[in-house]
């Protein structure tokens, strides 16, 4: 009798050759690949759906934040509108509430009386770090940059961003003749008015902003209309805002 047990469970044991228990199916690659797929359109779906429902949003803070920086570049100004050059000439464009300005337009400025004060000049470049966008005021008739507001920078913290942090040097384009050129010294070394103190510390971000003001000048100032010859106040543009209560 021991001698058939002994037989039957030689027969049994997996190391005899005997059955086996049961495998688990492993996944096929083409099943791995599908999930994945699917699990990537799904996340994608879901990213251009936050992109697109928060689109509308985004476009109007950055229309109203370049509006303010228009009256901060600006004194004096009320009003403003979208200016742009077509066949020569500096024309109003006319935007829809919350629609985001146009490339390679600049925003003219006026005061109470629709009388024309000057223009606000967008412009970027290369910083230390990353592209610097900024807006400056020039006003025609002096010529000269009248205030300067940065609109975007990731220059170095507690280094770079005093480019609008420092409000000594974002002041000193506040009244800044532009002939010949505008200059960047080393702090205390300014000796003519055309001339910017550098920031210690941050002398490749301080010469960044006046390049992109220097090179932004070079591009428009020469298709301007002469003063006195700027486009009117029109009635019906959108972007036309009192701001001043």
């Known amino acids: 009798m021991s001698d058939i047990i002994g037989s039957d469970r030689q027969q049994r044991s997996p190391e005899s050759g005997g059955e086996k228990p049961p495998e688990q199916d492993e996944p096929r690659p083409i099943k791995l690949v599908m999930t994945l797929a699917l699990g990537g359109l799904i996340s994608g779906l879901g990213i251009v759906g936050v992109y697109e429902a928060t689109l509308s949003t985004i476009t109007e803070y950055r229309a109203q934040e370049l509006r303010a920086a228009v009256f901060k570049v600006l004194p004096g100004v009320t009003q403003m509108q979208e200016l742009a050059q077509e066949s020569d000439q500096l024309v109003a464009v006319v935007n829809e509430e919350g629609e985001e300005s146009r490339d390679n337009t600049i925003y003219g400025g006026y005061d109470e009386e629709r009388n024309f004060v000057g ?24 010529n000269k940059v009248v205030g300067m507001e940065v609109l975007q920078s990731r220059e170095t913290p507690g280094l770079g961003d005093k480019i609008y942090k420092d409000l ?60 006195g010859n700027e486009p009117p106040m029109q009635d019906n543009n959108s972007e036309a805002e009192n701001v001043i209560q």
């Open 119 to 142: 223009y606000a000049i967008p412009g970027e470049g290369p910083g230390f770090q990353d592209t610097i966008k900024l807006l400056y005021g020039y006003l025609p008739t002096a």
């Open 168 to 227: 000594v040097f974002v002041g000193a384009f506040s009244d800044l003749p532009i002939e010949p050129t505008i200059e960047v010294v080393k702090k205390g070394r300014k000796v003519s008015d055309n001339q910017v103190d550098a920031i210690t510390g941050a002398t490749i971000s301080s010469r960044a902003v006046v390049k992109i003001i220097n090179d932004t000048n070079s591009t428009w100032l020469e298709n301007l209309p002469t003063p």
